[in-house]
């Protein structure tokens, strides 16, 4: 900072000041600051402005929590609402202890994006007080391992959640050494991070929510049981019922993988459909969530066609049959 003064101090020394009346340069032409020169003092004025009103490296600074954004790569399934509260509390009754660590907004200038301290964001922004943050000029990946690290430290993050994480950051192409660097796991961990996150539907994800009590191979019995053919229906029927909605998020965990393995666990009840002669000519499961009909292929097709051209009429038969 003393050299850029002294520079600017030089700049300015370097403008001709005007000749004093009795002078003999008075009556003659003043010299002219060369274009570039002028130029020169205009860049240096404005990068000692910017140098001055940036806060020195590692100064905590009150910024409004409304004009920081979040992560671009979410690391929690909704917010703990009753953990908010705590914070809430804690905050107005001593302050903010621990700051956030922002970056410039890459695509909103004036405006910042948070690499952690999402939480504090929101309590701050509940109070109506600035948050204190530090500033610093992240890469993608130097904010997400910042990002990663803080979790990691604090360890408040579910399974799940850190595998949705890492799941984010692969979809936005970050290569393996990040993600590893980000959570802190080496890369056998890693790969049960994406299995799961990747087999298990992100509907179901959101529905069951971060079962901060669960961990890994409670998720990965689920990622093996969303394989069972019966699993999108059972699943359909589990998120829709409200009953399930007000369970807790490990009771919800739970009950999926129980009503997936007593489908899986159940023996289908079998049947052969004969013809006149004995010979089989179709066979039925009878499966929990509806009965599957399967063709003998010895009819080479026939037959299919034949009972699909049917369906409807015998469908209608079915119905009428049921009125009486």
Known sequence: MTQRRDALRSLLAATPQPAAPDSPAAGAPAERVPAGAVRAMGVSLRQLAGELAAPPDGAVVPLDPASIAPSFAADRLGQ???????????????GQQVPILVRPHPDSPGRYQAAYGHRRIAAASALGIPVKALIRPLSDDELVIAQGKENLERRDLSFIERALFARHLTERGFPRATLQGALGVQPA?????????????????????????????????????????????????????P????????????????????????????????????????????????????????????????????????HAEFAASRKH
């Open 189 to 241: 961990e890693m790969t049960r991070y994406l299995a799961v996150a990747r087999a298990v539907p992100g509907e179901l994800i959101r529905a069951i929510g971060p079962a901060p009590r669960s961990g890994r191979p409670r998720w990965m019995t689920l990622a093996r049981l969303v394989e069972v053919p019966a699993a999108p229906e059972i699943i359909g029927r589990l998120i829709a019922d």
């Open 80 to 94: 703990d609402e009753p953990a908010l509260a705590a914070l809430v509390e804690s905050i107005r009754q001593h």
């Open 243 to 314: 009953q399930f909605a007000a369970m807790g998020s490990d009771a919800r965990l739970d009950r999926v993988i129980a009503a997936l393995g007593e489908i899986s666990a159940a023996p289908p009840r079998v049947e052969i459909c004969r013809d006149s002669a004995g010979r089989p000519i179709a066979r039925v499961e009878r499966l929990a969530p509806g009965p599957r009909l399967t063709i003998d292929p010895r009819e080479n097709g026939r037959f299919a066609a034949w009972l699909l051209e049917r369906l409807p009429g015998l």
